[in-house]
């Protein structure tokens, strides 16, 4: 089975962002229309939509939900959706909006209790994200550095039945100098929880890498990847990364 290409659409103030190490007031504008992008997004082929409420990890709460309602209106594909999710009612109320999986981040630190609720009452539909900064995991919007190693929260999760976890190496993020595979591949060898590689994709050449390391790992144990500002900037041809992907 091939790798699941992710593109990002990151929120902030109503509009389509990349940020760079996860820094609010480092941001640049895409596109000021959500529900535009994702239709372009899924013209171009791809089968998912990752969609991250920058303020909202920040607040504690959704912020951008007009635009995310905008995303759900526009899009057929499926969405997964992250960003200021901390509760049961919080994780209902957008999987009846319409959206496919939910991703817990800093709940999955502070609540773990409610991370494994949440995905024995949806199963299948609940992801976590997992975002470090030098091998610790970051919350809080990656305000937060805990003491916690990215493994050992992985390992609190083994038999929760969450579907994916994705893990971003901060130091990288929008940074284009290629993904952590190092630390991506041994998340995905000690943990029975497909991952999503995301954090560093600059071009064609580290998608080819990622799926040789995926190649030599388990079988779906590195799920896919979700790349940002190289399909922005044009660096990342998205045809040629789905050609790739889908290729043997």
Not at 29 to 58: E, I, K, M, R
Not at 80 to 106: F, K, P, T
Not at 133 to 139: K, P, Y
Request: charged content about 20%.
């Amino acid at each position: 089975m091939g790798l699941t290409l992710y593109p990002a659409i990151d929120l902030k103030d109503g509009a389509c962002v990349r940020l760079r190490r996860g820094e609010m007031a480092d941001a640049t504008v895409y596109s000021t229309d959500p529900g535009g992008q994702a239709l372009a997004w899924q013209a171009g082929g791809c089968g998912w939509l990752h969609v991250v409420d920058l303020n909202g990890a920040f607040a504690g709460r959704s912020v951008n939900r007009q635009a995310v309602a905008a995303i759900l209106a526009a899009a057929e594909v499926p969405v997964q959706l992250g960003g200021g999710i901390r509760d049961l009612a919080g994780v209902e109320a957008w999987l009846a909006a319409g959206v496919r999986r939910v991703i817990l981040g800093s709940a999955a630190v502070k609540d773990p209790a409610f991370v494994r609720e949440a995905a024995r009452a949806w199963p299948g539909r609940v992801v976590v994200g997992i975002d470090a900064r030098e091998g610790m995991v970051a919350t809080e919007g990656w305000a937060q550095t805990s003491d916690l190693p990215v493994g050992e929260l992985a390992a609190r999760f083994a038999d929760a039945g969450v579907a994916a976890i994705i893990y971003t190496d901060i130091g990288r993020d929008g940074m284009l100098g290629g993904l952590n595979l190092e630390a991506t591949l041994a998340l995905a060898a000690t943990t029975p929880i497909p991952v999503i590689a995301s954090g560093g994709v600059g071009s064609i050449d580290d998608l080819r890498a990622l799926k040789r390391v995926a190649a030599a790992a388990p079988e779906g144990a590195i799920e896919g990847v979700i790349v940002g500002r190289a399909l922005y900037d044009g660096r990342v041809d998205l045809a040629e990364a789905l050609a790739l992907f889908t290729a043997p």
